[in-house]
């Protein structure tokens, strides 16, 4: 004989699936790109938006895990060509510096990104594309919400003055003159995110 399922059973069971089962979904794992290619996008990303007087820079913002894991996710139909572009890019400072491009001086890596990104890198076809692909994903990851693994410590938003997400804002915080008073939490759950 079966048994019968009633409004309590359902009721009661439901009671053992925790809330943030059935609010919230699993970021995947930043395990896309290899530790010598999260290098390389590392020494890119570093030259595209160093840390200076005003903040920190894109790899302080964590933009290189936002990169990572939306290659490991929603873009993981990229991953391929985005390691692509980054053993080009190793291959640049290997052919014209005989070094990996990560340890090049600042001013050897501007020297190379600037070839790629005016198409006049020898050898490496694409290298526009590429440039501009991680350029865009980098101020992705730099100023996005942190729940998808940039903007660490809301530290992009903050560059920028950007309070955060609101559902709602008071009066006193709308007049002109008033600087908005931030806001650091994720519009996709509560709480501070950081990048690894």
Request: with cysteine; charged share 20%.
């Amino acid at each position: 004989m079966s048994e019968r399922i009633t409004r309590r059973t359902v009721i009661a069971s439901a009671t053992f699936v925790p809330l943030a089962a059935l609010t919230a979904t699993a970021q995947p794992p930043a395990t896309a790109l290899s530790a010598d290619e999260l290098k390389t996008l590392e020494a890119f990303i570093d030259r595209l938006v160093p840390a200076d007087e005003n903040g920190p820079g894109a790899v302080e913002c964590g933009a290189a895990v936002y990169i990572d894991r939306a290659l490991a996710g929603a873009l993981a139909a990229e991953k391929q060509a985005f390691s692509d572009g980054l053993a080009g890019v190793a291959t640049l400072g290997r052919t014209t510096h005989n070094a990996e491009f990560a340890t090049l001086t600042p001013e050897v890596r501007d020297e190379i990104l600037t070839s790629m990104d005016n198409g006049s890198a020898a050898g490496f076809p694409g290298a526009r594309a590429f440039f501009n692909r991680v350029r865009r994903l980098t101020l992705e990851g730099m100023f996005s919400d942190p729940y998808y693994g940039g903007n660490k410590n809301f530290a992009g938003w903050e560059l920028i003055r950007y309070p955060g997400p609101r559902l709602a804002v008071a009066p006193e915080d709308q007049r002109m003159g008033t600087s908005p008073k931030p806001y650091r939490r994720s519009a996709y759950g509560t709480g501070s995110y950081s990048a690894r």
